[in-house]
């Protein structure tokens, strides 16, 4: 065998197209040789040399697919971005702006003039551009063509397309209606849509107007201060200061908590707060007085307001001026309270006897000297002339009972803590009728007063230390007349007089209703027919609503509403039914029954109570039919 060195090796190795050639000879031990006698065949392959690929190659086509969906997304994103910045520097909102021009300074109820303008200052256009002027309540828009209200405070002007670095303006009038010094504002609001952006942007734009005068001028007279449930009276005088006339005025009252509506002149127009004024000429001046009750504890403060106006097509309120005033609650060192008929009635009826108590007290930590109780009668209602003071004396000329402390002894020196009560009475007309339509809603009113020297007012008179008012509203009357007849114009009536057993006979009911003093709504007649009387069918006039029950045997005339006087100023409200009868023979000789008991209901408009009047049962005893004889009226045989 030859043997090579390691020099000649390595030259072998690093020669240019060098042969290996082996360097032992083949043995048992060689790749090539097998004894198949002998261990494993080593030709054969084995899990040793078989060759494995990276754990990758199997997840490589996935893997190429997610970077290339990840490289996808971040080109959308960077392409996204870039168009994004390349708007943004195309258009900014910031780049819009509205400018509202005009006086600073206005006069109330002069035409205003304001200029609104606007201004895209962006690279590209914008679209369904419209202009919404907002103001206060106080502004009524004028002569604005081009636009339409939203509502009581706004109006929209459409503007439409304003092309890149595009400007514009428009006008918008209108006058102020308010307070002398009041600030007002008017704002503009531009809405719109970029070009190729579905994105609504809105910038506005403000000016404030100073209203150096008003167009209507109001002052309001009211006490400093009150007792509690005292009576106050405020005084609202008004005057239209303009260069022109203005109309449809309303004077609207808001009232302070514990405040009791008694009286106006004028009256009102609508509920307790609101007066129509009407047109007011340039210049010319009207005033308002209001009385009321006033409650509250002592040092607590009351505000009354009132306003000048017009109400508008949705029934808001439009100020022209108000002016409002405070009055304090105080504790008087006396109380003095009155009671009618042991209580504080809310109406009266006519006819009613009226026991009036007024209790009095000192409240103050010292005695009261010289003390002198009154009391003030007022209203058409009561019946002077039956008027029964218990001590004291009654001044017919003022309308004024006076206690002293000859009729009281205490009042000389009334100590603290201590009190006492007079007392009188006076009836409520029985006879009370309206001499017009006008003259109506009558009220039955009495003030109660007390003083003493001790407390001087700064003149040094006598002061009136404690008041309280009772002022009790009267209720009408309605007057219900059941009439029974035989011979009748109207519905025309058959059957023996007198009645006969076994026989048919009818008669006509007729009804007459009148109201007196106050407005009456929801009146309503109704009464039984007895079992042995029937229901024809037959009424007059048809324009009246009548109708029976013939399973309760009940009759109901629905009358409605009934006007002041109605009956006794005008014909009175009337209806008439027919009705049958058949006696029996255990009837003769006495009167047949024809109608229950009737009754007649309604709601007085100004007290909001129930009255009624009652009319007696209907027998064939027909005192009401002069043509029937006095024997006419009981059954025979």
Not at 469 to 476: G, Q, R, Y
């Amino acid at each position: 065998m030859d043997r090579m060195g390691i020099q000649d090796l390595e030259g072998e190795l690093h020669k240019h197209d060098a042969e290996l050639r082996e360097s032992h000879p083949k043995s048992e031990f060689s790749p090539e040789y097998v004894d198949p006698g002998r261990g494993a065949d080593l030709s054969k392959k084995s899990d040793w040399n078989v060759r494995r690929e990276p754990w990758f190659e199997k997840y490589r086509k996935e893997l190429r697919w997610s970077v290339i969906a990840v490289g996808a997304i971040a080109f959308v994103a960077l392409l996204g971005g870039t168009f994004v910045r390349i708007q943004q520097s195309l258009f900014s909102d910031d780049r819009v702006r509205v400018v509202v021009s005009g006086p600073d300074n206005v006069n109330s109820s002069d035409l205003t003039h304001f200029t609104i303008s606007y201004e895209n200052a962006n690279r590209s256009g914008i679209r369904d551009a419209e202009l919404v002027v907002s103001y206060p309540p106080n502004f009524s828009p004028e002569g604005n063509e081009n636009t339409f209200r939203n509502n009581a405070s706004s109006s929209a002007i459409t503007i439409g397309d304003i092309s890149a670095f595009g400007t514009g303006k428009t006008s918008f009038s209108g006058k102020f209606y308010g307070s002398k010094n009041s600030v007002a504002y008017l704002r503009a609001t531009l809405r719109y849509k970029p070009h190729n952006l579905e994105l609504q942007l809105s910038t506005e734009g403000q000016k404030s107007v100073n209203l150096r005068t008003s167009s209507l001028v109001v002052e309001l007279d009211a006490p400093l201060s009150v007792s509690p449930q005292g009576e106050v009276t405020y005084l609202v005088n008004y005057e239209n200061a303009s260069d022109v006339s203005l109309s449809n005025v309303r004077l609207k009252a808001t009232y302070p908590t514990g405040f009791s509506f008694v009286e106006a002149a004028p009256k009102p127009s609508e509920g307790d707060i609101v007066w129509y004024v009407g047109s007011i000429p340039s210049g010319e001046r009207g005033s308002i007085r209001i009385t009321g009750m006033l409650d509250g504890v002592p040092n607590e403060t009351k505000v009354f307001r009132a306003e000048l106006g017009t109400f508008q097509g949705d029934n808001t309120f439009l100020s022209y001026s108000d002016v409002e005033r405070t009055t304090r609650m105080v504790a008087p060192p006396f109380g003095i309270t009155q009671s009618i008929n042991g209580a504080a009635p809310a109406a009266l009826n006519p006819g009613d006897d009226l026991r009036y108590a007024v209790s009095f007290k000192n409240n103050s930590p010292t005695g009261l000297r010289e003390v002198i109780i009154t009391v003030e009668l007022d209203g058409e209602a009561l019946d002077y002339s039956r008027l029964r003071p218990e001590g004291g004396a009654y001044d017919s000329e003022r309308k004024v009972i006076v206690w002293k402390a000859s009729d009281v002894p205490s009042l000389a020196n009334l100590a603290p803590n201590k009190g006492g009560e007079v007392k009188f009475t006076v009836p409520v007309r029985a006879d009370l009728l309206p001499e017009t339509t006008a003259a109506k809603n009558f009220r039955v009113k009495t003030v109660a007063k007390i003083e003493s020297p001790d407390i001087p007012n700064p003149a040094g008179a006598n002061k009136i230390v404690a008041t309280n008012t009772a002022n009790v509203k009267v209720n009408s009357r309605i007057l219900l007349e059941s009439l029974a007849i035989h011979e009748d114009g109207k519905i025309p009536n058959e059957g023996p007089i007198p009645p006969k057993v076994g026989e048919t006979t009818t008669y006509t009911i007729n009804w007459r209703l009148s109201n007196t003093t106050n407005d009456v709504t929801s009146a309503e007649v109704s009464a039984d027919l007895p079992t042995g009387a029937a229901w024809t069918g037959k009424t007059f006039p048809e324009t009246e609503t009548i109708s029976y029950n013939e399973r309760t045997n009940r009759v109901v005339w629905n009358v409605g509403s009934m006007g002041v006087g109605e009956g006794t100023l005008s014909s009175k409200r009337e209806v008439r039914f027919q009705v049958s009868i058949r006696p029996e023979v255990n009837q003769v000789g006495d009167e047949a029954p024809l109608l229950g008991e009737a009754t007649a209901k309604a709601t007085d408009v100004f007290t909001n109570e129930v009255i009624q009047s009652v009319a007696r049962e209907k027998t064939t005893s027909l005192r009401d039919d002069g043509s029937v004889s006095p024997n006419g009226y009981k059954v025979v045989p």
